[in-house]
């Protein structure tokens, strides 16, 4: 850690400082002797740990990077894995094998345990990335050193296995299940897969299609839907939960002819096989709306009209969002970006290497905004379902739920959906000069029927 910065005003958080890693297989490994390197450390780290009396907690594959500086010298753009600080450029990499020594990390200590008296190492729960630990109960504690070892193997299956992360072999093993529903994953999913780059060794991994993952492959992956050619996205959907409910309901034609109505129409529910507890929800391919950059001031006013228009919609309909924050709201680009984009390379064309040419909002308009993840959504059936306890969603700033009280959920969609406002005013050149007096928003809130506008 380099350094720590408290944040004003916030007692419960602070910013901590770190040197720039890279997760340890977002550059194959071409030599044996490379992943050996690799595990010799990740043995030596957790083994350190647990000399000097700490519990990891988390030692999963996504929590032991590497410092590729050598590998990489001009340097990488974090948000664009694959390019230079440029965000477009693809950078220029150096195997490992010619870069020896490399040095690789633990990281995330935020589930780690100090063992200070006999006993301390017993935990009882689920926790890190890894939950197939069979000693995971909530009802009987295990020993964490134990499950660090275990999460540990886990790792090491994971780099010698194949080529794809953990989260997205859940993927590879419904990839024949979902082509009999209909729905065809990227070559990347298929159980036969074979790199592009190691049937022409010519071909470098950074500049092949199907090097690339999706950052979002725990929950979400796109598709497309065999019947039409259309891309859909694909969502693991809690059954047990009110989402796919609400989903269904939100979906009908009648609803979605509302022009007030912003949530996203569910095109198809797969349930999975020998799993109660989840299916697949199909969707069309939505971005997020800072993905491509606002413009003129009306491009804001359109999208924030709508999201306003939207959260009084799920009011309206006795429905509290329960996370109306950021990244849960998106915008079709399918105007703006006509030939479409790569799933998992933001920036680029399906080919995965061609950037996108887009045309701005401005004029494309009207534009369409969405609401998605329902998945903490509840149905308000009776007076006093409204009030909820505890701390959900992305933003967690919401000062009622600090206390031990519970809070108005409408209230609560309010407040998050008033950061959505600050958060594009931030990122919004067109708007850096433009002051929105409080007034002015409270007028606007008023006007849309929301409940608890007094959240402003």
Known sequence: MLDTILIPGNEDMAFAVFPVLMPIDQLPFRHVGEVAEALEQLFEGVAFLHDHDIIHGDACFFNFLVDASKMVPGGWHVGAEYCQEDGWTRFKWTRRWLTRPNKYYLIDYDSSVRVKAEGDQWIAGNWGQDRSVPEMRWDEACDG?????YQMGNMINDLIEDERTPSERFWVQHYNFLLQRGYKLR?????????SWIVDTSRLATLSEDSIASLYAFW?????????????????????????SILRDLSEPHVQNDPR??????????????????AFAVFPPLMQIDQLPFRHVGEVAEALDQLFEGVAFLHEHD?????????????????MVPKGWHFGAEYCEEDGLT??????????????YYLIDYDLSVRVKAEGDQWMEGQWGQDRTVPEMTGHEACNGYKVDVYQMGNIINNLIEASSC??????EKDVLIECFDSTGLHGTGSI
Do not use: M
């Open 187 to 195: 070559p990347r999913y298929d159980p036969q897969w074979i790199p």
């Open 319 to 335: 429905i509290i969002h329960g996370d109306a924050c950021f990244f849960n709201f998106l915008v079709d680009p399918s105007k």
């Open 145 to 149: 050193y134990k499950v660090d070892v």
């Open 220 to 244: 979400v992956l796109d598709a497309v839907r065999v019947s039409d050619g259309k891309k859909v996205i694909l969502k693991k959907v809690n059954t047990y939960t009110e989402e796919l």
């Open 261 to 278: 109505c912003h949530s996203i129409p569910l095109l198809d529910v797969i349930p999975i096989p020998g799993d109660d507890d989840l």
């Open 355 to 368: 950037r996108i040419k887009w045309t701005r909002r401005w004029l494309t308009r009207p534009n369409k």
């Open 431 to 436: 708007l850096r000069l433009v002051i929105l």
